[in-house]
């Protein structure tokens, strides 16, 4: 949705590296933003993010040989009016035209919070499949939920480009000393916020721990809001003016994203990967992060 930041480039540098050709789209989704959501203050940084685009390239090598240098093929900047030939209202219920939606797998994680997020998602990303008909697709796992949905959406469909083996998952751009996940929603947050936003992340951290060393989810969600709690006491403490509020740390599994019952262990739910997630409010900006617990390999490529 523009306002590029390194896990967006992390996107491209993978396509540029594996394919001829690259297109990169940029476009405001209105039909996922909830009519109480952040559609009007969005960041919106088009010059930066074409300034940012045309530094990328790749440059192959075959034996010593230096192959061509491979740079952003087009990109693809659609206008609302285009994109929504009938119109589009941020309300379900005023929409008219033709909408895609998923059922039974977008009302977990963050379909729990956002309960439209999904068909917006759903229906923008399966037109800009039409209009590119991609060979390769590639999406950040910070989104994890988004991209898991899009590869079921192209197997159910029978989309030929991109089919669901060539959506790929590519691993959270972070922030090198704090691990904050990259987003363009970062940008809204305070010096203060900055400070306590890695929370999330820890937070993450501390149940993966917990549920890998052999505790059950409840504990391992324990053990998560523990950390949260505890950085909310270390930021009054230090004068910090940043409010914190966590939405959801939860475990699903990553196949139908049903929650895991709360006496699972890691012994219980055996090889199949596991969706650890969580949502944190710090003021008035919602950051989201998981990681994938059990074999990390089938879901990120």
């Known amino acids: 949705m523009g306002a590029l930041h390194e896990g967006h480039i992390s996107l491209v540098k993978r396509s540029l590296k594996e394919n001829d050709l690259t297109v990169v789209s940029i476009f405001v989704n209105p039909a996922q933003f909830a009519p109480h959501e952040d559609l009007g203050t969005y960041p919106r940084t088009l010059p930066q993010d074409l300034e940012l685009l045309s530094a990328q390239s790749f440059t192959g090598t075959e034996g010593v040989e230096a192959k061509e240098i491979k740079k952003p093929s087009a990109l693809f900047l659609p206008t609302v009016e285009e994109m929504y030939p009938s119109g589009i209202s941020q309300n379900t219920t005023d929409q008219k035209g033709t909408f895609v939606e998923v059922k039974g797998y977008s009302h977990q994680m963050e379909g729990k919070s956002r309960p439209t997020f999904f068909r917006g998602v759903a229906t923008v990303v399966t037109k800009l499949f039409n209009a590119i008909e991609p060979t390769n697709a590639y999406f950040g796992q910070k989104d994890i939920q988004q991209a898991l949905l899009l590869r079921r ?119 199949h990967p596991v969706i650890l997630s969580g949502a944190l409010w710090v003021d008035n900006t919602r950051l989201i992060d998981n990681l994938i617990l059990g074999d990390t390999g089938s879901i990120t490529s």
């Open 153 to 271: 959406l192209s197997r159910d469909i029978l989309l030929s480009h991109p089919n669901p083996e060539h959506i790929h998952v590519v691993p959270t751009a972070r922030d090198p000393s704090s691990g904050l996940a990259l987003s363009s929603r970062n940008s809204y947050l305070t010096n203060d916020g900055l400070e306590v936003a890695p929370a999330l992340y820890e937070a993450l951290k501390a149940a993966r721990y917990a549920w890998n060393s052999g505790s059950t989810k409840a504990e391992a969600i324990e053990a998560a809001i523990k950390v949260i709690e505890k950085e909310k006491v270390r930021a009054s403490s230090r004068g910090i003016k940043a409010e914190m509020r966590l939405d959801y740390v939860e475990l699903n599994n990553s196949d139908d994203f049903e929650v895991i019952s709360p006496q699972s262990t890691r012994m219980v739910a055996g090889p």
